[in-house]
């Protein structure tokens, strides 16, 4: 039985677990995927997998905690509605073929998604001309969807306003662009192969997101060198040439990915890799004092946490010996719920606990209480990892990862160049 399976409840996957959008992914290509609220998963990669079952115990607090392996299943009903259904692996991990999941059904209560609709299911409780009616009032209003969505994926730089009621969290998950588009992707991908095979192994990890009741991500590919050894001439031309065409050959870092909400504007803003590959130094610069600011103030309270995370990850890979993380992100997360307000002639109790760093200049008659400035600094996408401890390896490297490194000193000292520049 999969790692996952000792720490979290086996009774949760007996009839298997359905995976829905994970709507907080900014980068990256691979589809990553909701398990539940603390947990996502992704398409299993080998070496990505040999990575988190072999990496150093120093790193781990800057790489998502591993959980185990699971297989997905592609299921498709008979108005075409797609699901991916995940179940616990029994036996042997490596043969998937000997996996019955004849007697395993879903959850009662499903969310199933197609490219068009949503659908809720309730079992026994919601006959199938209800569910007939509500699909046929779903269509007729999936035109207008399917436009906007057209729209979304085109935009590279995108604010979306917020309705001011409801929760701001849960309206991530109808207009972040980047999930959609990668959730689609891997639904028409596993439709295509469906016919020739129908389950996958997926990896689960730690959902970094989960503490955070409004993410703010920036997604950060890091290294002056992108292309794994074993990439073929043409995918490691292309490689090159988008490092070199971006700050990535300059300062060994690049925006990948970025969400953020502004209090001020009461607006989500996306920018997905495609911007990120065309800003200059000055423009990359620019894009990092937008993520630390929330439409009102920047966010001045989480400068030195972050520096401070990334000076110790780059101590401690400065000493890993023959690691190259090869195409591999850095995440930066940090909570953009909007701070509370308190009037400064309120009661002394209600005052003891401002925090003075993060009072805004233009507030007047406010003062503001942090509800949290915990940040977060994750290494994630270990596609490409190599290392000399991986054995199969043809190219062997020694030392540590230059490129990854001077990355990381470089991002250091732009963030210390917006902290002084902005300085009270």
């Not at 692996?89 to 043969?95: E, F, M, Q, R, S």
Request: with cysteine.
């Amino acid at each position: 039985m999969s790692p996952a399976f000792g720490a979290m409840e086996v009774e949760h996957y007996a009839k298997g677990v359905l995976l829905e959008p994970f709507v907080h992914q900014v980068g990256g290509h691979s589809c990553v995927l909701r398990f539940n609220d603390k947990t996502i998963c992704k398409p299993l990669i080998q070496r990505e997998h040999q990575f988190y079952e072999t990496l150093p115990t120093e790193m781990r607090k800057f790489t998502p905690q591993y959980e185990g392996v699971v297989s997905v299943s592609f299921e498709e009903d008979e108005d075409g509605n797609l699901c991916l259904i995940a179940y616990p692996l029994n036996g042997d991990h490596d043969n998937l073929e000997s996996i019955d999941n004849s007697d395993c059904e879903p959850k009662n209560k499903l969310l199933r998604w197609s490219n068009k609709k949503t659908v809720l299911l309730e079992n026994d409780k919601i006959t199938k001309e209800w569910v007939r009616q509500h699909r046929k009032e779903e269509k007729m209003k999936s035109h207008k969807l399917e436009e906007e969505f057209e729209w979304l994926k085109k935009s590279e730089v995108l604010y979306y306003s917020v309705e001011k009621k409801g929760n701001v969290s849960s309206q991530f998950k109808h207009h972040n662009p980047w999930s959609m588009k990668c959730h689609q992707q891997q639904l028409r991908r596993m439709k295509e192969n469906a016919k020739h095979r129908n389950q996958y192994k997926f990896i689960l990890l730690e959902n970094l997101t989960s503490r955070y009741e409004v993410p703010c991500v920036l997604d950060l590919k890091m290294g002056t060198r992108q292309h794994g050894d074993d990439a073929s001439e043409e995918k490691k031309a292309n490689q090159i040439r988008k490092c070199q065409q971006s700050t990535s050959a300059v300062i060994g870092v690049r925006v990948c990915g970025m969400q953020v909400y502004q209090t001020g504007t009461g607006q989500l803003m996306f920018m997905n890799k495609y911007h990120g590959r065309k800003l200059s130094v000055q423009g990359f610069k620019e894009a990092l004092y937008q993520f630390f600011h929330n439409g009102k103030y920047l966010r001045r309270e989480l400068f030195e946490p972050v520096i401070k995370k990334l000076t110790e990850l780059k101590s401690v890979l400065e000493k890993q010996e023959s690691y190259r993380f090869y195409s591999s992100s850095l995440l930066i997360i940090y909570d953009g719920k909007e701070l509370q307000e308190v009037t400064v002639d309120s009661d002394p109790e209600d005052l003891e606990d401002l925090s003075e760093e993060s009072s805004d200049e233009s507030a007047g008659a406010y003062a503001y209480k942090p509800t949290a400035s915990t940040v977060d600094v994750r290494m994630i996408d270990f596609a490409h990892t190599t290392c000399k401890y991986y054995g199969e390896d043809s190219v062997v490297h020694e030392g540590q990862d230059t490129g990854y490194v001077f990355g990381l000193q470089n991002l250091i000292g732009i963030i210390k160049e917006i902290r002084d520049e902005n300085s009270e």
